[in-house]
């Protein structure tokens, strides 16, 4: 799973405010029918053994579909569930504490807006780090927009990829080109559509257009 980057390529991460008709397990059935290379379980507000209970179901998804499951922001649960990987944010608990909790083959994926930040991460154990919000979002309104500059600049910095997130759609997923992101992660783009792996089929093939795959 590590000796490449294409697991990121189509990086999809949940939000429970697209949940409608369908539960999220269903929802990202959907999402793994269309084609994601990896799921991001985010959630924010879901007591403990909620959050684990779901984890878990979410895990075995992937493990059907054979794709990486990486919980966000949370390390016990990531441990608890034998995830794939956790991702962290700057605010989140330091770097290289996070590395030293979790297993030694569990990616670890953190944020960053900077190049300082992401040569910091790098260097204190990151796997891959999320930059963004590369365009307003609804999602994260108080997100710290980055410039395509400022991406490019992160993607010549490090050795580890990079995955775009914020606001990205299949609309402006082309801007992002020739920026030397290994993938982008998308959240309503996926979870807000009416047929979700009908358009998780369109934005991969879009993805794979932009996108490359580098060995780590």
Wanted: one cysteine or more.
């Amino acid at each position: 799973m590590r000796s490449d980057s294409g697991y990121l390529t189509f990086y999809a991460v949940t939000d429970r405010a697209w949940i409608g008709e369908n539960s999220l397990a269903l929802q990202v059935e959907s999402a793994l029918k269309g084609g994601v290379s990896c799921v991001q379980l985010r959630e924010k507000d879901l007591p403990f053994a909620d959050f684990l209970a779901e984890a878990r179901e979410i895990k075995n998804l992937c493990r059907r579909y054979d794709v990486p499951f990486i919980v966000n922001d949370n390390v016990d649960i990531a441990i608890a569930t034998g995830a794939d990987g956790v991702h962290i944010g700057q605010s989140d608990e330091p770097v290289e504490v996070v590395r030293k909790r979790i297993p030694g083959d569990m990616l670890l994926g953190v944020s960053a807006q900077t190049v300082e930040d992401a040569l910091r991460a790098e260097a204190q154990g990151a796997d891959y780090l999320g930059v963004g919000a590369v365009f307003p979002t609804a999602t994260k309104p108080d997100a710290i927009t980055v410039s395509k500059e400022t991406l490019a600049s992160i993607c010549k910095a490090v050795r580890i990829p990079v995955v775009a997130i914020g606001g990205i759609t299949k609309e402006n997923l082309p801007t992002l080109c020739d920026t030397g992101i290994a993938g982008v992660a998308l959240v309503s783009a996926v979870f807000a559509a009416r047929d979700i792996e009908r358009e998780c089929r369109a934005l991969k093939t879009a993805i794979e257009d932009i996108v490359r795959v580098r060995k780590i």
